[in-house]
């Protein structure tokens, strides 16, 4: 009995090719030629990338004068997993002075680190004058992934919430201008986004362990996060809250919150770096947001 050979043939899935960013802003002027390709992108993506353009040159600006007066800046960056934490940063330290600008991820303290007061490992790292620093994760791990996962136990939790906003004020109060940004996904866009992972082999290093366990653990971080921004939110040392399922307009509105917040040589006007206020939402309306839905938890935001 002879078997035929099915005529089908089996496509290996491509990852679709994405443009470099800037690419396009860079050549939305290039001339048609024979040796060139026409690329079609939406319209969004290039307004995007303008505007992108502008927030950075608006950064630099605020660098030169920072270096001048000799001013520090500490933005903090929490959320949950996939948030676009990583991603915002990337964007808008991409070209300030490195010589004056440091992103601190730190991994889990070592055997010397678990003795040592809580804060310790993280002051060693607060900016000197002129120098802009990012936490990509923060001393807030006690606040919500400790906790959830075990890390920590509950007396620590509860300590470090009662001391933390007097930490943050002794930052204030010394001249450290404070951001703290909570990057707020839904489940949804998450689990998308921990699939694409998967996929996209430029991503794999982002896969982790507990990819599954963040959604598993949805409900408990939730609890958590109500917690930390109650104890935690206060006038000196406020929250900011970038609602981030849409990756390009939580970097725009990120970077514009910051740019507005500060006093610099020739900046743009107001109306300009005014944020969306449907993107950027303040701790105090983020309560008032978790309060109302207690008891509904698949309406309450990520």
Known sequence: MSHKKS????????????????????????????????????????????????????????????KLNGQRIL??????????????????????????????ALTKPNETELTQWYFQRYVTHLPSAGEFVVFDRSWYNRAMVEPVMGFCSDEQNKRFL?????FEEMLVKDGIKL???????????????????????????KLSPVDNLAQEYWDQYSVRKFQMLSETNRT????TIIRSDVKKTARINC??????QMDYDNKLPVKELSPDSDVVISGIDE???????????????G
């Open 287 to 301: 309560l008032k947001h978790m309060e109302d839905n207690l008891m509904e938890p698949k309406k309450l935001r």
């Open 179 to 205: 951001f703290k940004f909570y990057f707020s996904v839904s489940k949804k866009i998450q689990k998308e986004r921990f699939d694409s992972r998967k996929e996209d082999p430029l991503k794999q290093y």
């Open 7 to 66: 005529g089908k043939k089996h496509k290996r899935k491509e990852t679709p090719v994405k443009l470099l960013e800037e690419t396009a802003y860079k050549n939305i002027h290039t001339k048609k030629g024979h040796d060139k390709t026409a690329i079609w992108i939406k319209n969004a993506h290039l307004q995007y990338e303008i505007e992108l353009k502008k927030l950075q040159i608006e950064l630099m600006k605020l660098q030169s004068s920072m």
């Open 255 to 260: 970077m514009r919150h910051v740019l507005s």
């Open 75 to 104: 933005a903090i960056f929490e959320g949950r997993d996939a948030a676009g934490k990583g991603g915002t940063i990337k964007r808008m330290i991409a070209h300030l002075n490195p010589r004056f600008t440091r992103v601190v």
């Open 162 to 166: 009662k001391d933390v906003p007097m």
């Open 236 to 239: 000196l040392s406020p929250w």
